[in-house]
């Protein structure tokens, strides 16, 4: 018979990978928390938020992320375009998370040779801004079979977020 573990029993192991995620727009307060919980999940070192305002102190937020805001880093800033060009210069592999007319499926790319990644994902509404997809050489879509052409932001980040983890 199976037993559930608990936070303390349960063995958790480290990512090899070195990962970021840079948000262009996120601000709903309940997918910033659910985003923080993903990030704490897969082992995020950092998420950092442009263009949009958060209230970090929202009610909604902080239930979504039972606590997680408080171990994963993370900071806000004002130019997502100059985040791109630091995380460039830090020799990360960027990746847009996001369907385009030449974006790769998900499953067709091989992450074994990177070990600095840096996913980014857009707001709820518009997604990736042009300005920054202009920017980002590789972006990434989730092959659907359903009906809708898109799936909320934070679910599709944690489905991104395993597949670049489990190398």
Partial sequence: MAFQLDHKGTSLKSSAV???VLCDGL???ANVGSLFRIC???GVNEIIFC???INFSSNRLLRTARDTQKK???RVSENVLEEIEILKKENFKIL???ITTNSIALDKINFNNENKIALVIGNEQNGISEAVLAQIPTTLHIDMFGKN???NVTHAAAIALYS???I
């Fill in 18 to 20: 070195i990962v970021k």
């Fill in 27 to 29: 601000s709903s307060p």
């Fill in 40 to 42: 704490d999940a897969f």
């Fill in 51 to 53: 263009n949009a305002v």
């Fill in 72 to 74: 994963i880093s993370y």
């Fill in 96 to 98: 847009a998370l996001e």
């Fill in 149 to 151: 052409s898109s799936m």
């Fill in 164 to 166: 670049l983890t489990k």
